[in-house]
């Protein structure tokens, strides 16, 4: 599931929980604090890019050829979100975090970098301005928490623009995925076929098949979580609120 899920990985801390998590040292924060601050940067750019772009051609058509470049750098700098969970700085699930990272950087090499014909679909435009706004908020949110001084509006749009950015964007990989399934069976890409010295068979238009179908049980999971999140998390501000 590429689309990620804000609370249910890549956490720069623990965003929440009963019991307080010793976080990482000064010197490890200092550099999560700028790797935030770049990330989000690199997501602001991508936005700019797609405004511009838009702007100048008056069409939405073609716009992820304005930012091929930088999608591909920032969202592939997205795996050091591992290595951060296995070092120890991240207390996120190795497991969870690069399962979510990796299936987004497959969507960007292995699927929209590979498969040039879908690179125009409205679908990729889909995904692309939804990981966006996603990343934007997500980077901001760990940016200002590491340095202990998160606006509220940050912490709202992070465990409430989900609602709409998460369905939208895996909306966006399912139909590129699809796109870009004749063209993988028409040219066999990365398609490994008998006979050969190793004995070894590999078909990848059945194994996009088979990713698209992961969707399924995978979506709802990820989804109602992030709301039981949401609610944890701003719950008891909004009923708070209501009693006043």
Not at 58 to 73: A, D, Q, V
Not at 78 to 94: F, M, N
Request: proline share 5%; charged share 15%; with cysteine.
């Amino acid at each position: 599931m590429s689309a990620a899920a804000p609370g249910t990985s890549k956490a720069a801390h623990s965003e929440v929980g009963p019991k307080k998590k010793k976080g990482p040292g000064a010197l490890a924060t200092a550099y999560l604090v700028i790797y935030n601050v770049v990330m989000t940067a690199g997501w602001l750019v991508i936005a700019v890019g797609l405004v511009r772009a838009y702007l100048a051609r008056g069409s939405y058509h073609g716009l992820y050829y304005s930012i091929e470049k930088p999608l591909k750098f920032f969202q592939t700098g997205a795996i050091l979100e591992i290595l951060h969970c296995a070092v120890g700085i991240v207390p996120s699930s190795v497991v969870l975090t690069g399962f979510q990272v990796m299936s987004r950087v497959f969507l960007t090499w292995a699927v929209t970098h590979s498969v040039r014909e879908v690179q125009s679909e409205d679908s990729v435009l889909l995904f692309v301005t939804a990981w966006t706004i996603t990343e934007i908020i997500r980077y901001s949110f760990y940016t200002f928490s590491l340095l202990n001084h998160l606006p509220y509006l940050i912490k709202w749009a992070r465990y409430t623009f989900f609602i709409v950015l998460y369905p939208m964007g895996v909306t966006g990989e399912l139909l590129t995925i699809y796109a870009a399934l004749p063209y993988v069976q028409k040219t066999g890409l990365y398609s490994v076929t008998l006979p050969n010295k190793y004995n070894f068979s590999f078909d990848y238009y059945t194994f996009l098949i088979l990713v698209m179908i992961s969707y399924i049980p995978l979506f709802p999971q990820l989804y109602f979580h992030m709301i039981r999140q949401r609610k944890k998390v701003l719950g008891h501000i909004e009923d708070y609120s209501k009693v006043e």
